[in-house]
Structures are given as structure tokens and as C-alpha cells.
């Protein structure tokens, strides 16, 4: 191929990733304004097991609306272990923790997730040494997200304990979005990439330090177990226990309020 071919087929190639995103973004958009509004009885589940919802500003509460209807409308649920079935309640409450990681940017619906299923209770999860785990969630980079109904349940119900397992699973969906699950979900550019290292890197080895001194951490110390889990931990902590995140890891939550677009302690 010569240069003046190789140029027109570049130049084609990049009018297509043009156009084609362009179009999801069109179609995200046509999705969001033809999307229903809750009903009473959607907004009474959310109030009787997400109690963050009532702490939510107003105009964030309306953001999020039409992004849960489309979460339910383009996701499959399956029901596992001894479910019956999916309900309506259960996927109002699910999805609803779920868009609370897009509300504030720019965001593709979880573009790789598939299938969200969920199980009565706690489940039992293979481990890459051929145990088995007892697991309250999982997140795999297949397109699919594992959830215990009593564990959402729960972790919606108390909103200040810093433990939510939904969105414990859909940060690592976000994470996995570049491929693999490694704390460092896509950002917007070298700059951004290079200060969310930085601020990262840091609180994690504070933390793991103060975990191996036997200090009391704002985060759960699973949060230990690699980057990718620290990266959920600090999610969960950043909506539920906002003002003491910031307290301690000042650049952590910064980044994350960058990376969200949110800011829970002015809630």
C-alpha cells in the first residue's frame, strides 16, 4: 500500500470511529429523554433499602432516574440458587446504587456488563487454587456482575458503615472497562492518569502500613488485598463515609470526586 492509499484508508478508519461514536452518544442521549420516570412505588423501594437516596440533592436524584430505567431496560437479570424470580424492587434497588457511579460523568451504561445475577443469600465462588469462597458479590470482566440479594439489602440499608457491595461490583465494572481490574479505570487523559497514580499509590501504601500496625482505617481492610479491591473499597467509602474519607486521604477522595463527579460531603 502506498502513502496516498495508506492515508485515505487512515483517514476513512478515523471517519468511522467518529461517526460511530457520535452515534452512541446519540443514542445514549435518545435513551435518557425517552426513558420513563420512576413510579411512587419504584421510589418506595428505594426508600425502604437505599438510604443514601434521601441524602442525595434533589437534581442529582432527577439525573439518576432516567439512567436507572435504562440500566434495567438494556441489562439481562437472571435469578440464581433458589430465587424464583427478579423483581421489579430488586432491580430498581440494584440499578439505582449502580448509576450513582454515572450520574456525575460522562458514561457508557457499563458498557461491557451483560448480566447482573443475583442470589438469595450469600454464594459459593471458585477460587483459582480449586477452593471454594463464601462471596456476598463478584465482578467479572466477561460482562457480568454477581450480587447476594440480602447483601444489597443490607449494605443499601446502612449507608454509613462504608460497606455496599453493589457498588463494590459495578466500581470494578468501571475498572474493568480498560481490559483488566487494576485501580486505574479510564480517565481522561496523561495529566488526569498521572495524578490519580500519584494520589492512589500513596493512600494505598498509608493504608496498608496502617492496617500492618494494627491502626483503625476509615476503609475496609479488605481494601488490602490489591489495587483493584482498593479501588472498590475506597468507592464504597467515598459515598458512605464521605467526610471522614477526605479527613484522612485528602488527595484520594479528590481524586475521586474528580473521577465521579460528585461530592458527598456536601451532601
Request: aromatic share 10%.
Amino acid at each position: 500500500m502506498n502513502g496516498v492509499l495508506w492515508l485515505v484508508w487512515l483517514a476513512v478508519i478515523i471517519c468511522i470511529a467518529v461517526w460511530a461514536f457520535g452515534s452512541q452518544k446519540r443514542l445514549k442521549q435518545k435513551a435518557l429523554l425517552e426513558a420513563e420516570p420512576l413510579t411512587n412505588k419504584d421510589l418506595g423501594f428505594l426508600e425502604d433499602h437505599f438510604g443514601l437516596y434521601k441524602k442525595i440533592p434533589l437534581e442529582i436524584r432527577n439525573c439518576l432516574e432516567p439512567i436507572i430505567q435504562v440500566l434495567i431496560a438494556e441489562k439481562n437479570f437472571e435469578a440464581c440458587g433458589n430465587l424464583d424470580e427478579i423483581s421489579r424492587e430488586m432491580k430498581v434497588v440494584v440499578m439505582a446504587q449502580a448509576a450513582l457511579l454515572l450520574v456525575g460523568r460522562d458514561h457508557r451504561f457499563f458498557s461491557k456488563l451483560r448480566t447482573v445475577l443475583i442470589y438469595p443469600e450469600a454464594f459459593s465462588g471458585g477460587r483459582k487454587d480449586g477452593d471454594e469462597t463464601v462471596r456476598l458479590g463478584e465482578s467479572w470482566e466477561s460482562g457480568s456482575v454477581i450480587l447476594s440479594w440480602r447483601s444489597v439489602q443490607r449494605g443499601g440499608e446502612d449507608e454509613r458503615d462504608g460497606r455496599n457491595v453493589v457498588i463494590h461490583e459495578f466500581a470494578h465494572q468501571l475498572d474493568q472497562e480498560n481490559r483488566h481490574a487494576d485501580g486505574l479505570p479510564l480517565l481522561k487523559n496523561r495529566d488526569t492518569v498521572g495524578n490519580w497514580a500519584h494520589a492512589f499509590s500513596d493512600a494505598y501504601e498509608d493504608f496498608c502500613q496502617d492496617l500492618d500496625k494494627g491502626r483503625k482505617t476509615v476503609m475496609d481492610p479488605y481494601g488490602a488485598t490489591n489495587p483493584a479491591e482498593f479501588f472498590s473499597v475506597a468507592t464504597e467509602t467515598f459515598f458512605e463515609k464521605a467526610k471522614q474519607l477526605k479527613r484522612d486521604y485528602p488527595q484520594l477522595y479528590l481524586q475521586l470526586k474528580n473521577y465521579y463527579g460528585l461530592d458527598p460531603v456536601a451532601w
